[in-house]
C-alpha cells in the first residue's frame, strides 16, 4: 500500500507506518479504479452503519480473541515489559487493546508551566488555526463552528493553536489530561465512523467534522479554557470517560480510553495561552505527522 511516513520524535528520523489491516485500507482509500467506487459508494453505507462496527467491537470481547493477542505484539514489535499486567492476565483481544502501561514507562514533564502529549499517537500541532493551510488537505478545510458544533464556542477559539492526534491500533490507547485542570462533563455529539487513515483523511478532511465524537471544556490555570474531543472512528463507536467531572485533575490524569480500533484527539487552545514545542510545529509544516509518547512536552504557558 502506499507508505505513510512520519517523524519519530525520540530519533528525530523519518520512519514508515506499519499499518494494521493495510490491505483492507489501501483497499477503500487508494488509488485504483476499485478503491474510487468503494470509497463513493460502499464507504459511506459502511460508516453509517454503527451495528458493523458494534458487532466488530463485540467480536474483540470474546475469549477467542485473545489468540490474536501474541501474534500482534509480534508483528509490531510492541514493548510488554512496559505493560502494567503480563500478557497472559488479558482475556480477550479487547483487555488487551485498553491496557494500561507501567507509570515509569510514560513519565510526565513536571515543569508546571508546560502542557503535555495527552496520548501515544502522531500528531499535526497548529500555532494558529485561522492560518494553517486546510489543517491537513490544502485548500480545503474544515470549520470550527462545524466541529464543534457551536459558533459562539468556535468564536472564542478562533487565532488560536489547534493539537490533532491520530491513535493507532497498535498505540496505547488511554488518553490523559494535558495539564492540571479541573473538566466539566464530556458532551456527544453523534455521528459517523469512518476511518481516520491519513489516506481515509487525504479524501475526506471533513472526516473530522463528521464523525462521532465528544467535547470537554478544561479550566486551567495556566492556559485558560482548553476544549479537549475525541473523536471516534472505525470500529470504535465506544469511547470510555474514566474522570470525575467537575473534579480537580492533575496533569497526566487518566481522561479515558478508546475500545477497539483507530481514534482521533482534538485539544483547541485560545490565542495567547501556549508556546507549541519547536520540534513539533516543524514537523507539521514539513507536511509530516510526528509519533509523540505520553507525558513529552507540548509546550508551555504564555500567561
Known amino acids: 500500500m502506499t507508505d505513510i511516513f512520519y517523524i519519530n ?14 490491505k483492507a485500507v489501501e483497499l477503500f482509500y487508494g488509488d485504483s479504479s476499485l478503491s474510487h467506487y468503494l ?20 467480536l474483540q470481547k470474546r475469549p477467542s ?9 509480534k508483528e509490531f514489535g510492541l ?14 483481544f479487547n483487555a488487551f ?3 494500561k502501561l507501567k507509570p515509569e514507562a510514560r513519565p510526565i514533564n513536571s515543569d508546571p508551566c508546560r502542557a503535555v502529549i495527552p496520548a501515544d499517537g502522531r500528531y499535526y500541532f497548529y500555532a494558529d488555526i485561522d492560518t494553517c493551510p486546510g489543517f491537513i488537505v490544502k485548500g480545503e478545510k474544515f470549520t470550527l463552528d462545524t466541529l464543534l458544533g457551536s459558533t459562539s464556542l468556535a468564536s472564542e477559539f ?14 496505547y490507547h488511554r488518553f490523559h489530561f494535558p495539564c492540571d485542570c479541573q473538566p466539566g462533563l464530556t458532551h456527544l455529539i453523534n455521528g459517523w465512523l469512518y476511518s481516520v487513515n491519513p489516506l481515509a483523511v487525504k479524501k ?4 473530522f467534522a463528521q464523525n462521532k465524537r465528544t467535547l470537554c471544556e478544561l479550566r486551567t490555570p495556566l492556559f485558560g479554557r482548553i476544549i479537549y474531543m475525541e473523536i471516534g472512528a472505525t470500529s470504535v463507536g465506544s469511547i470510555q470517560e474514566t474522570y ?10 487518566e481522561k479515558g480510553y478508546f475500545e477497539f480500533g483507530g481514534s482521533s484527539l482534538i485539544l483547541l487552545f485560545a490565542k495567547n495561552t501556549i508556546q507549541l514545542d519547536a520540534d513539533l510545529l516543524a514537523a507539521t509544516e514539513r507536511g509530516l505527522e510526528i509519533r509523540c509518547l505520553l507525558g513529552q512536552s507540548m509546550g508551555r504557558a504564555l500567561s
Not at 520524535?9 to 493495510?22: D, N
Not at 470525575?244 to 490524569?253: D, I, R, V
Open 158 to 171: 478562533q487565532g488560536g493553536s489547534m493539537v490533532l492526534a491520530r491513535l493507532c491500533p497498535t498505540d
Open 79 to 92: 514493548d510488554s515489559s512496559e505493560f502494567l499486567d503480563p500478557v497472559s492476565a488479558y482475556r480477550s
Open 39 to 58: 470509497h463513493k459508494w460502499l464507504l459511506p453505507v459502511l460508516a453509517k452503519k454503527k451495528w458493523l462496527s458494534r458487532l466488530y467491537g463485540y
Open 204 to 207: 475526506n478532511i471533513q472526516i
Open 244 to 253: 470525575t467531572a467537575n473534579e480537580w485533575q492533575p496533569k497526566g490524569g
Open 97 to 99: 487493546f485498553i491496557r
Open 9 to 22: 520524535r525520540q530519533t528525530g528520523k523519518e520512519e514508515v507506518e506499519k499499518v494494521y489491516k493495510g
Open 65 to 73: 480473541s485473545r489468540k490474536k493477542i501474541a501474534p500482534f505484539i
